[in-house]
């Protein structure tokens, strides 16, 4: 997992105006006369977090006229929820995998006592 990839992402949703713009985007592309109908901001504030979004590579934006077109990013879907699922299980891709020289003696699994 690139976990500075990773902390970036979650930074950039761990606002409830860009969790919400990512809801709105996980329905398909809109414009940002369309986003901003849904809140009571500016034009300048929307701008504001469209890029942080897009620097987190969870949001793209095509020029449509005057306003911008945007999207969800399709690999961000794949890896968050890829990340998500490798960060809260033990996978094969779990950081705990390379531990295997655990010195402390508390630590090391004891032997299972019905197993006697």
Same mark, same amino acid.
């Given at each position: &997992?690139? %976990?500075?990839? %990773? =902390?970036? &992402?979650?930074?950039? &949703? $761990?606002?409830?105006?860009?969790? +919400?713009?990512?809801?709105?985007?996980?329905?398909?592309?809109?414009?940002?006369?369309?986003?901003?109908?849904?809140?009571?901001?500016?034009?300048?504030? *929307?701008?504001?977090? &469209?890029? =942080? *979004?897009? @620097? $987190?590579?969870? =949001?793209? $934006?095509?020029?449509? /006229?005057?306003?911008?077109? %945007?999207?969800?990013?399709?690999?961000?879907?794949?890896?968050?929820?890829?990340?998500? /699922?490798?960060? *809260? !299980?033990? @996978?094969?891709? #779990?950081? #705990? +995998?390379?531990?295997?020289?655990? @010195? #402390?003696?508390?630590?090391?699994? !004891?032997?299972?006592?019905?197993?006697?």
């Amino acid at each position: &997992m690139d %976990y500075p990839k %990773y =902390v970036k &992402m979650l930074k950039a &949703m $761990a606002d409830s105006n860009r969790l +919400q713009i990512i809801d709105l985007l996980s329905c398909g592309s809109l414009c940002a006369c369309d986003i901003l109908t849904h809140f009571e901001f500016t034009q300048p504030t *929307l701008s504001h977090h &469209m890029k =942080v *979004l897009q @620097s $987190a590579g969870i =949001v793209s $934006a095509k020029k449509d /006229g005057k306003w911008q077109r %945007y999207s969800l990013e399709p690999h961000f879907i794949r890896d968050f929820q890829t990340n998500a /699922g490798d960060l *809260l !299980t033990g @996978s094969q891709h #779990c950081i #705990c +995998q390379s531990q295997t020289n655990l @010195s #402390c003696d508390e630590c090391q699994p !004891t032997e299972d006592i019905e197993a006697k």
